[in-house]
C-alpha cells in the first residue's frame, strides 16, 4: 500500500472512529484520532496478520496498552477485514462485543484485554520474551499514551526488554501531550521520554506519528535493529482530523452530540476529497 491509499485509509479509520464513540455516545476519541496513522500502518503495511486467520501462531501481536483508545483499534480492524465496518456503532451498547475496552476473548484480531493503563507493556514483553525462547519469527508492538508512562510499570517493563535485548519488541508512545486532566508537563512530567527510554538500552526514533514517510522508515529502522528494543516516540495531535477535537483535552473522553458529529464527519470528507 503506498502513502496515498495509506493516508485516504486512515481517514476512512478516523471516520469509524467518531461514528463508534458518536453511536455508543461516550467514549475516547481523541488519542484514538491522534493514533490512527500509526494503526494504519501497522495493520495495512507493517504487521504480519491474517484477517482470515486471526490467530495464526506466527502472526506479528500488537498489545494497546492504552486500551481506552478501542474505538482506533476497533475502525482499524474492522477497515482491514476482521469484522463488519457497520459494527463499529454498536460500541459499548450492551451485548455488543465491541467493548469499552479490547477483549481478546471476543473481538478477532485483538491480542491482549487492555485499559489499566501502564500493564500493556509487561503483557507485551512476555510475549516478546516467549516469541525468543520459542525462535519464533513473530514480533510484538505496544502502544502506550505519554500520559499513561508516568505510571511505574512502564518502566520495569522496560527495564526487563532492555536487558533482556528483546529486538522483536517495539514500544510506540503517542506523544500528542494531553491527558484527562490537561497538559501532561502540568500534570506528572515524562519528559524527556527519549532520554528515559535510551537509559533503559531502548533503540529510540522520534517521528512526526502523521508522517507516513517517517513512520515507514521508523519501523524499517526498528526491524534492522538487533540486540536491543525499539521505542519510538510519535509526536501527535490528538483529535487529529476533526477541527473542534484538535490539541483539546477535553475531547480525551467525550462523545460529540448530532452537531458535532455532523462537524467532524464533515471535516474528514474534506481531508478525503484532498487526498
Not at 219 to 224: I, L, P
Request: proline share 4%.
Amino acid at each position: 500500500m503506498d502513502t496515498l491509499a495509506l493516508k485516504k485509509t486512515a481517514n476512512e479509520v478516523r471516520k469509524g472512529i467518531v461514528t463508534a464513540v458518536y453511536n455508543a455516545k461516550s467514549g475516547h476519541p481523541g488519542g484514538s484520532l491522534s493514533a490512527a496513522d500509526i494503526l494504519t500502518y501497522l495493520y495495512f503495511k507493517e504487521m504480519n496478520i491474517d484477517p482470515k486467520d486471526p490467530k495464526k501462531a506466527d502472526r506479528d501481536r500488537l498489545v494497546l496498552s492504552k486500551g481506552h483508545i478501542a474505538p482506533g483499534l476497533y475502525s482499524t480492524l474492522a477497515h482491514r477485514g476482521y469484522f463488519p465496518v457497520e459494527d463499529l456503532k454498536t460500541l459499548r451498547h450492551v451485548g455488543s462485543y465491541l467493548q469499552g475496552h479490547p477483549d481478546m476473548k471476543h473481538i478477532p484480531g485483538v491480542d491482549m484485554s487492555s485499559g489499566s493503563l501502564g500493564q500493556g507493556g509487561s503483557a507485551a514483553v512476555g510475549m516478546a520474551l516467549a516469541g525468543k525462547m520459542d525462535n519464533a519469527s513473530y514480533r510484538v508492538f505496544c502502544l502506550f499514551g505519554d500520559g499513561e508512562i508516568q505510571e511505574g510499570q512502564v518502566w520495569e517493563a522496560a527495564m526487563f526488554a532492555g536487558a533482556r535485548k528483546l529486538d522483536n519488541l517495539v514500544f510506540i508512545v503517542d506523544n500528542n501531550g494531553l491527558q484527562i486532566d490537561g497538559n501532561i508537563e502540568d500534570v506528572c512530567s515524562p519528559y524527556p521520554i527519549a532520554d528515559k527510554f535510551r537509559a533503559f538500552n531502548f533503540n529510540v526514533i522520534e517521528i512526526d506519528a502523521h508522517d507516513f514517510g517517517q513512520i515507514g522508515d521508523a519501523f524499517q529502522k526498528a526491524k534492522e535493529t538487533k540486540g536491543m528494543p525499539t521505542a519510538i516516540i510519535a509526536k501527535s495531535v490528538k483529535g487529529k482530523g476533526v477541527s473542534f477535537m484538535e490539541n483539546q483535552a477535553s475531547w480525551h473522553g467525550s462523545a460529540p452530540n448530532d452537531e458535532q458529529f455532523a462537524q467532524a464527519i464533515a471535516d474528514l470528507e474534506k481531508i478525503g476529497e484532498d487526498l
